[in-house]
């Protein structure tokens, strides 16, 4: 079947065909870490992607202003998942909120490194059971800051769902080809070096 080429925005004075979105039902997100195994990736419902900001500093200067970029900051990212008949999602969740505090004891954790995972979060291309990615984000340094276990209603036949909120140092972010467009995870701890993650 042939594209229509005339349904796009033309540019330069020529028809163009409308290019493919990615989709956001195609998605896969990977946990890296010691508590995690698969299992978290096959109950994942939806996934936010991460969020740059720089807080500007201003200068005041003769007749005008000049904005300049401070310090960044990269807003935490909601996950929910499908809550399992066999309690593996809750129980994975539970582990490593356990790392991060023993709410037992009152006792926490000497350094961050020693609670802090990584969390892919990977764009698919539909292709099945070897999808290709169309791109990758790689967050390092990552620890939950809120778990919700979710409601029980009578009046619904909801499936039950748990809300999570992940907060995270850094973030690399890579292309189909696995080439790295944002820059900075080597650094940080508490991950492993998606390098080619796209491939």
């Known amino acids: ?6 349904l796009g925005v033309p540019v330069d004075g020529n028809a163009t065909t409308t290019i493919m979105p990615k989709l956001s039902y195609r998605f896969r997100v990977t946990f890296i870490g010691e508590n995690f195994d698969s299992q978290p990736t096959r109950s ?9 900001q720089h807080d500007p500093i201003q200068i005041d200067a ?3 202003r000049i904005y300049l970029a401070g310090k960044h900051s990269w807003a935490p990212v909601s996950v929910t998942f499908r809550d399992d008949v066999d309690g593996v999602i809750i129980t994975q969740i539970n582990k ?4 991060q505090m023993d ?9 961050g490194s020693g609670y802090k995972f990584g969390l892919l979060v990977e764009t698919l ?26 409601d029980l209603n009578y009046g ?12 995270y140092d850094n973030c690399e972010i890579y292309d189909s080809a696995g080439n790295p467009t944002l820059t900075g995870v080597r650094q940080t ?3 492993s070096n998606a390098s080619g993650a796209g491939q």
């Open 62 to 64: 003769y007749n005008s």
């Open 156 to 167: 619904s036949s909801d499936q039950v769902t748990i809300s999570m909120t992940v907060q």
């Open 44 to 52: 994942v419902i939806a996934v936010g992607r991460p969020a740059l």
């Open 96 to 99: 490593q909120m356990n790392r």
């Open 125 to 150: 291309d539909g292709g099945n059971p070897n999808p290709g990615v169309l791109d990758t984000y790689e967050l390092a340094g990552c620890y939950i800051t809120q778990v919700g276990y979710g």
């Open 189 to 191: 701890q508490g991950t």
């Open 103 to 111: 709410h037992a004891n009152q006792s926490g954790v000497r350094a």
């Open 1 to 6: 079947m042939a594209l229509i080429s005339t």
